[in-house]
């Protein structure tokens, strides 16, 4: 494999990583307000990927929480409920890949994880950490003015629901040389591959934050749009090489300069012209945004 195709496919591994999380943060609700620990939990270095393909993923079922290849970076987003760009610490967050397994406690959902990921960091990374505000530019979606122009969609039944929040759910991502794959469950999911992206199913708030992965700011939801819907963006393909050198970026990756190098060859503008041929667009804004400061953390948990 070339330095290049490597690189490439390194871009799709941290894409896939990005895109995961998406789902989680909307699957376990609200940052939780009380503390909860799993009843008992592991935390083991990921086994390397292959130089082909990427699996990983998050599977809930009425007993067991189960993370595939989440850094420490990543593992803070789903605990405390933010996004990438709202978390400040070192460099290495986003480095070294964990497998996390945890036993739910009897009488507990999954919107309970969040808490006790956030004491699974506390004790086994000795994370400690303090809120702040700080200003972002922004760009905001809106609904352009001749309104929307997607297929609105609804998600197919939950079935979990009547196990009281406990039953199974699979959000996985798949990622090789022909692009990135995530599946949101209920019938929703992501594709990005071949300069383009179909999204099925896709919530708004959804879709800000997987915008947020492949541009220079973060993305904010302001289209008060509350459905989930279908469609197709195309792109050019530096534009398209560009998405995935941000995202990779995003995701704290330090790349090399002739991949930064290639930026300089996409405007950018088909992606903003996508946007509108859905009834979208995006607006230059400031916001101030909450953060998370990470005053102190160990590289390496503690043993199981």
């Known amino acids: 494999m070339s330095n290049l195709a490597r690189l490439y496919f390194h871009m799709r591994e941290f894409l896939g990583t990005a895109l995961v999380l998406l789902s989680p943060l909307a699957m376990f609700g609200q940052e939780p307000a009380k503390k909860m620990e799993f009843e008992v939990a592991s935390v083991r270095q990921s086994v390397p990927s292959g130089t082909t393909q990427v699996n990983i993923g998050v599977h809930v079922d009425g007993a067991m929480v189960s993370c595939t290849a989440f850094s420490v970076k990543d593992l803070i987003q789903v605990a405390y409920q933010v996004k990438n760009y709202q978390i400040e610490g070192p460099e290495w967050l986003a480095g070294d890949r964990f497998d996390v397994n945890g036993k739910l406690p009897e009488g507990t959902t ?63 991502v798949t990622g090789g040389r022909n692009g990135v794959n995530l ?69 704290g990756i330090v790349l090399p300069p002739e991949a930064l190098r290639l930026l300089e060859g996409a405007s950018g503008d088909s992606l903003f012209g996508a946007i509108q041929t859905i009834g979208l667009k995006l607006d230059s804004r400031k916001a101030p945004l909450p953060v998370l400061v990470i005053d102190s953390i160990n590289k390496t948990p503690s043993e199981n």
């Open 110 to 172: 999954r919107a309970d994880v969040p808490a006790m990921l956030q004491s699974l960091l506390a004790d086994r990374f000795g994370m400690k950490m303090h809120r702040d505000s700080k200003d972002f530019p922004v760009y905001a979606l809106v609904v352009g003015k001749g309104g929307p122009k997607m297929k609105e969609t609804p998600l197919e039944d939950e079935a979990e629901t009547a196990a009281g929040g406990r039953g199974a759910v699979n959000v996985a």
């Open 183 to 251: 599946n949101f469950g209920r019938g929703a999911y992501f594709h990005f591959a071949d300069d383009k992206i179909e999204a099925r199913k896709l919530a708004m708030l959804q879709f800000s934050d997987t915008l947020a992965r492949f541009m220079d700011r973060p993305v904010v939801d302001m289209t008060g749009l509350k459905g989930t819907y279908d469609f197709t963006l195309n792109f050019t393909p530096e534009d398209f090489r560009a998405m995935q050198i941000r995202a990779a970026i995003a995701a």
